[in-house]
């Protein structure tokens, strides 16, 4: 493994243009840009070749994101140059970097889910082959080249997660890409939809193109990526070859620390049921205005002390699960009780205010208010509860709240030290902090609370492995003191580390438990596309028999 300064090329050694093309796809030197109170990059360089899969490593707050939206053309440079197939070009906008070959499949992704395949694959390049059949012979062409079995006619929304996916991918290649950025590809894909997309990498790197690719799993990264560059506190710091380093190593560069693991080896399961949910149904109503089954006979306890964990394919009904038991949807039937105290029609504001915490899937829509500043987040969902309140007004039952300016802004403070929250100060918005941050200060507030139960959706998505093993660690704490916790994640290594309880949801249903001693993220991944059901027994490969 080779380790350079800060400033230096970050070419690993002898790393060559892959096996579709040559020369340099994306060259970037000296890159550096500046926010109020926060240097976001300082001095990156970094050398892509064209037809090679190149990794983008670092901790929440580090600078990938702010470096991959210069290279799109969303934000300009204050220092730097950005040369793209060896000619410096300057990106005022997307559609510059597109003229340029440079796509961007976003994490959250960019698709209209009333829309069909083809139609959001033309919209806004109506130009190129209009939106009739050239447009489709196109996306069969593409798709067919690359193997992403792509359905032109496929309303989106009807599509799973590894599916939109390809989607994005394939409205970036129909707009002339030659380099993609893919950011956190794989945060929401089961072990066997991880493999599909490796593949469908693998194809476009034969063809030439070139995938810079950021994630914070390490062990996909070594997998895949034929280069990594390692970005700590805004600058580069090395350059590895995959065949020379290990996930210990990149995380160390990457954070100071080895890589963590969620296995939780005690037992604080008590035999005090917390959150009881006996037959739950709920139904919704599709964009063709039909009404159909969402969750469907839903029963599960979770004891004090006890994390049950929640595997599936995204859009089986996890969302929903989560959403009536939080109070966000009214169910068509069962029960939800917390604690003895029967919620299955209360409002979300009692549900809080009876000890549920919430960590959400999506942290922009349910978690924070982007656009304004980290204490008043602080107060959100909380507005109750002190430190953020005085009580209501002159000491009346039932009048409004007042609230306690000062003290959330304290609070809010204490968060951010104890959660490592990268950020200038409390004062700067939340859109102004990385994803990872953003996550973090979630978590803070939400055990600030100490709840009896913690619905943890996604905890640790897109945060890098330090920010991971701390949210880890607070998890743990608060189950040693008795919470219970309904654990929802993509991650299957999560799922099987943190929980004392696992079971699989598929179309609405609960369809297999498993045993997180035991079971191995493939066998959960066959259950979770429906390939197993009841109680997934792990069987030795040698002997045939249980472990």
């Given at each position: 493994m080779s380790s350079e300064s800060s400033g230096s090329s970050t070419?690993?050694?002898?790393?060559?243009?892959?096996?579709?093309?040559?020369?340099?796809?994306?060259?970037?030197?000296?890159?550096t840009k500046r926010f109020p109170g926060v240097v976001a990059n300082r001095d990156i360089d970094i050398t892509v070749h064209r037809g090679t899969v190149h990794a983008l490593v670092g901790e929440n707050g580090a600078g990938k994101s702010t470096l991959m939206k210069i290279l799109y053309g969303m934000q300009r440079p204050d220092e730097g140059t950005i040369s793209i197939d060896g000619e410096p070009v300057t990106l005022h906008s997307p559609a510059d970097a597109i003229a340029r070959g440079i796509g961007m499949v976003h994490q959250?992704?960019?698709?209209?889910?009333?829309?069909?395949?083809?139609?959001?694959?033309?919209?806004?390049a109506e130009k190129l082959h209009g939106i009739g059949a050239r447009a489709r012979k196109k996306i069969k062409e593409?798709?067919?080249?690359?193997?992403?079995?792509?359905?032109?006619?496929?309303?989106?929304?009807?599509?799973?997660?590894?599916?939109?996916?390809?989607?994005?991918?394939?409205?970036?290649?129909?707009?002339?890409?030659?380099?993609?950025?893919?950011?956190?590809?794989?945060?929401?894909?089961?072990?066997?939809?991880?493999?599909?997309?490796?593949?469908?990498?693998?194809?476009?790197k034969a063809e030439g193109l070139t995938v810079l690719f950021i994630s914070h799993k390490l062990g996909e990264v070594l997998s895949v990526a034929d280069a990594i560059t390692v970005i700590r506190r805004g600058t580069t710091v090395a350059s590895v070859r995959?065949?020379?380093?290990?996930?210990?190593?990149?995380?160390?560069?990457?954070?100071?620390?080895?890589?963590?693991?969620?296995e939780t080896r005690e037992s604080t399961v008590t035999d005090v049921p917390m959150l009881k949910v006996e037959g739950l149904r709920l139904s919704a109503t599709d964009s063709d205005g039909v009404r159909r089954t969402v969750l469907d006979d839903i029963s599960f306890t979770i004891h004090k002390g006890e994390v049950l964990g929640i595997a599936g394919v995204e859009g089986n009904g996890q969302a929903e699960l989560v959403e009536a038991v939080m109070g966000m949807s009214?169910?068509?039937?069962?029960?939800?009780?917390?604690?003895?105290?029967?919620?299955?029609?209360?409002?979300?504001?009692?549900?809080?205010?009876?000890?549920?915490?919430?960590?959400?899937?999506?942290?922009?829509?349910?978690?924070?208010?982007?656009?304004a500043p980290l204490w008043e987040n602080r107060i959100l969902g909380h507005v109750t509860e002190?430190?953020?309140?005085?009580?209501?007004?002159?000491?009346?039952?039932?009048?409004?709240?007042?609230?306690?300016?000062?003290?959330?802004?304290?609070?809010?403070?204490?968060?951010?030290?104890?959660?490592?929250?990268?950020?200038?100060?409390?004062?700067?918005?939340?859109?102004?902090?990385?994803?990872?941050?953003?996550?973090?200060?979630?978590?803070?507030?939400?055990?600030?609370?100490?709840?009896?139960?913690l619905i943890a959706a996604h905890p640790t998505r897109g945060v890098d492995v330090g920010a991971q093993a701390q949210i880890w660690d607070q998890i743990r704490a608060a189950r040693r003191e008795g919470l219970a916790v309904l654990l929802i994640s993509a991650d299957l290594d999560e799922l099987i580390g943190?929980?004392?309880?696992?079971?699989?949801?598929?179309?609405?249903?609960?369809?297999?438990?498993?045993?997180?001693?035991?079971?191995?993220?493939?066998?959960?991944?066959?259950?979770?596309?429906?390939?197993?059901?009841?109680?997934?027994?792990?069987?030795d490969e040698t002997t045939g028999g249980d472990k």
């Open positions: 070419a690993p050694p002898g790393a060559g243009p892959g096996p579709g093309g040559s020369g340099t796809a994306v060259e970037l030197r000296g890159i959250h992704f960019m698709l209209a889910d009333n829309l069909t395949v083809l139609e959001n694959t033309v919209l806004g593409l798709s067919d080249a690359y193997q992403l079995g792509v359905r032109p006619d496929a309303l989106v929304e009807e599509l799973g997660v590894a599916d939109r996916q390809r989607v994005e991918i394939l409205k970036a290649l129909y707009r002339g890409a030659r380099t993609l950025i893919l950011d956190e590809p794989t945060a929401v894909l089961v072990p066997q939809e991880v493999d599909a997309l490796f593949a469908n990498l693998r194809e476009l995959p065949q020379e380093t290990s996930p210990k190593q990149l995380a160390e560069l990457m954070v100071g620390s080895e890589l963590p693991t969620a009214d169910p068509d039937g069962g029960t939800v009780t917390l604690d003895g105290q029967d919620l299955t029609h209360a409002p979300t504001r009692l549900r809080r205010e009876s000890g549920i915490g919430y960590i959400p899937e999506d942290r922009h829509r349910h978690g924070l208010l982007l656009e002190k430190p953020n309140t005085k009580g209501p007004l002159l000491g009346i039952p039932g009048a409004p709240q007042l609230l306690a300016l000062g003290d959330a802004r304290a609070d809010a403070e204490r968060i951010v030290a104890e959660y490592d929250v990268r950020t200038p100060g409390i004062e700067v918005t939340a859109a102004s902090l990385s994803g990872g941050n953003q996550q973090k200060f979630i978590v803070g507030r939400e055990m600030s609370h100490h709840p009896k139960l943190l929980s004392d309880t696992l079971r699989v949801m598929y179309r609405g249903r609960l369809v297999a438990d498993a045993d997180p001693a035991h079971v191995t993220p493939e066998e959960l991944g066959s259950a979770m596309t429906g390939a197993a059901s009841g109680h997934l027994e792990h069987q």
